[in-house]
């Protein structure tokens, strides 16, 4: 796959100029050490499906991954009902594996087989929780959204997270942390990013964000959901709609997260560009970001994300929710600017930056888990606690 087409089929395109055997050997790291998007995907499973793939070729990647996914599946299938913490865990294995085989967008056969057996995968994890997971399904212009509510037995009504996944994630990916936020009394619905999984939209629009204020409507009609009480949770991409939603929702929102989201700076052609070599993304950057935006080519993908910023919209200098921005200042995917720009417009907002940190704010001092440990959920926490005037 060249720049200049994006094709269904070929060859992954490696980020960092990576030959076969350095991206193995990446994806072997990033499995060992539990890093993204690898998380989850223990070293041996991986092991096994690099083990096999001799080429770059996208459906050899996903069949390896898919045929280790299906080992685990059968072994779920093959253990006692009883022991139903065991059970619960293989599907959830057997679905980090097929998420990974159809990752980052499915543009080839395989990989969309791979959606498919991801979404059953998880979805069978999903019943087995306690409460379980509730697959939602909220009529939206002739199809439907489709998200995950999960709710904590008490308080109820419960207070929530409204989590959106990011370019290459999935709500899948939200839904599977639900523990995290039923802990601390906290519910969480979790949806697709518009252009992505099971999104309505087939592809991103810079009024996408009418789906969710959509799913607002429906949250205040759940008599178990505290509608008053609501934090918008943007990663990655979806950091943008968290950042707008700010705005334009303001009056039902008791904050949002920025998590690593672009805002203006990214959607300069100069930066696309150049944020394609990055070697933070492991592979087919370019196929996600034309898939998001249903770009056919570079240039294309250009023209329609030069459509986003919220800057030029001349939305940033109006009223907002609360706002939590936070990101890494050597982020190679998306600018470290564009949580300044947030910072001089509008309302007063709270940051946290990791001076040393990459995509999210992800360093060795500070992975994933500890930045939602330390970082977003006390955030999160003190905005759903916190009194309305």
């Known amino acids: ?3 200049s087409e994006v094709e269904a089929g070929g060859d992954l395109v490696p980020g960092g100029g990576r030959d076969l055997d350095a991206l193995k050997e990446e994806v072997q790291r990033r499995a060992d050490r539990n890093m993204p998007p690898l998380g989850g995907i223990g ?29 685990r599946w059968e072994r779920a299938r093959s253990l006692d009902a009883k022991n139903l913490a065991e059970v619960r865990d293989e599907y959830w294995r057997a679905w980090r594996l097929f998420h990974f085989a159809r990752w980052p967008t499915e543009n080839s056969p395989a990989r969309q087989r791979a959606k498919h057996r991801a979404l059953q995968a998880f979805q069978t994890y999903g019943r087995l929780l306690d409460p379980p997971l509730e697959v939602v399904r909220i009529p939206f212009e002739g199809k ?29 990916d939200i839904g599977a942390h639900s523990d995290t936020y039923l802990k601390q009394g906290i519910g969480l619905f979790a949806v697709d990013l518009p252009g992505t999984g099971e999104s309505p939209l087939a592809t991103a629009e810079t009024d996408a964000d009418r ?10 009609k759940r008599p178990e959901v505290d509608a008053s009480r609501i934090v918008v949770q943007g990663r990655s991409w979806s ?6 939603l700010a705005i334009t929702e303001r009056a039902r929102l008791r904050g949002t997260v920025m998590h ?3 805002i ?7 930066w696309l560009k150049a944020s394609l070599a990055t070697g933070e993304y492991l592979y087919d950057y370019l196929a996600a970001k034309c898939a998001l935006v249903g770009a056919r080519s570079l240039e294309e993908m250009l023209e329609r994300m030069g459509r986003f910023s919220l800057l030029e919209a001349g939305l940033l200098d109006q009223p907002s929710a609360p706002m939590l921005c936070v990101n890494g200042a050597r982020d190679s995917q998306i600018p470290i600017a564009d949580v300044f720009v947030l910072l001089e417009h509008g309302d007063p907002k709270e940051a946290w930056i990791n001076p040393v940190g990459g995509h999210m704010g992800r360093s060795p001092e500070w992975p994933s888990p500890a930045i939602a440990e330390k970082v977003l959920m ?12």
Request: hydrophobic residues 40%; charged residues 25%.
């Open 1 to 3: 796959m060249g720049n």
């Open 43 to 71: 070293s041996e499973d991986a092991h096994s499906a690099l083990s096999q793939i001799r080429s770059l070729g996208r459906e050899e990647w996903a069949g390896e991954w898919m045929r280790v996914a299906d080992q």
């Open 144 to 172: 439907q959204i489709v998200g995950y509510l999960r709710l904590p037995l008490r308080p109820r009504p419960a207070p929530l997270v409204f989590g959106i996944a990011g370019l290459d994630s999935r709500k899948e």
């Open 211 to 220: 789906i969710f204020s959509e799913v607002l409507d429906y949250l205040e």
């Open 239 to 244: 950091g943008y709609w968290a950042a707008k």
């Open 260 to 262: 690593g989201g672009p």
């Open 264 to 270: 203006h700076h990214y959607f300069q052609p100069d």
């Open 378 to 389: 006390p955030w999160v926490a003190r905005q759903l606690e916190r009194r309305v005037q």
